[in-house]
């Protein structure tokens, strides 16, 4: 996420770009930096829960309209903090995803199931390419805007991009993607059928074998910057 960081920063430095203006699209990002365009995506949310930018559906993202200098040294915070340590991001992101899930299976609307299904097969098409990780983390996340809790789904939006970090550090996917399409397809029989408590227990399933490696690692690991 570093180099979206950077991308942002260095742009406002060098006076390409002033607050209250608009970035460059994200394809156009992506192709600067040579990454996809959901890292590029990832970074930005995350600069938007940080209040360096906003986000406009179909519109693009804005710097926020406060002194160049102020919004600098906001991402040069950002840049500069300490990493969270897997372990830690995991057990948090079961912790929420586990209600997410939970109340998905009781809130979710009509449209809500369009789009989980859309991610879930949008998850498939590349379960055996590079975009793996990022396709299964946006079906997680589909479930967690689809579980209406604005909360739940801005925390776990927030520590996306570092746990993905960790996902390309190790390479923590199974090589055969097919246990996790079968799982991801059980949870959203069970979203559907509105059976919350099943659903959470599938979801804690589902994720039981990142916990166990999370647990055996070491805590302090410098993260991949993607």
Same mark, same amino acid.
């Given at each position: 996420m570093n180099k979206v960081y950077h991308y942002v920063r260095d742009m406002l430095f060098s006076g390409q770009i002033q607050p209250g203006e608009k970035l460059p699209a994200e394809r156009r990002i992506a192709?600067?930096?040579?990454?996809?365009?959901?890292?590029?995506?990832?970074?930005?949310?995350?600069?938007?829960?940080?209040?360096?930018l906003k986000i406009y559906p179909q519109s693009g993202s804005v710097i926020s309209p406060y002194p160049a200098t102020a919004v600098i040294n906001q991402i040069s915070d950002? /840049?500069?903090? !300490?990493?969270? $340590?897997?372990?830690?991001?995991?057990? +948090?992101?079961?912790l929420l995803e586990s209600e997410s899930i939970r109340l998905c299976a009781l809130n979710h609307t009509p449209e809500d199931i369009v789009n989980l299904e859309a991610a879930l097969e949008d998850y498939v098409e590349n379960a055996y390419c590079q975009l793996k990780y990022?396709?299964?983390?946006?079906?997680?996340?589909?479930?967690?805007?689809?579980?209406?809790?604005?909360?739940?789904?801005?925390?776990?939006?927030? /520590?996306?991009? !570092?746990?993905? $970090?960790?996902?390309?550090?190790?390479? +923590?996917?199974?090589?055969?993607?097919?246990?996790?399409?079968?799982?991801?397809?059980?949870?959203?029989?069970l979203i559907k059928d509105r059976k919350p408590d099943e659903a959470a227990a599938s979801l804690q399933r589902h994720l039981a074998t990142i916990k166990e490696f999370a647990a055996n690692q070491e805590c302090n690991v410098p993260r991949t910057r993607i």
């Open positions: 192709k600067d930096l040579d990454i996809s365009r959901q890292k590029v995506r990832l970074a930005l949310e995350k600069l938007e829960l940080f209040g360096v950002i /840049i500069d903090r !300490d990493s969270f $340590d897997f372990r830690s991001l995991v057990d +948090v992101r079961i990022e396709k299964d983390f946006a079906f997680h996340s589909a479930i967690a805007k689809a579980c209406h809790n604005p909360v739940i789904y801005s925390l776990l939006t927030f /520590i996306t991009p !570092d746990v993905l $970090d960790y996902y390309y550090r190790f390479e +923590v996917c199974s090589s055969d993607p097919e246990p996790v399409i079968a799982e991801h397809r059980e949870m959203l029989a």
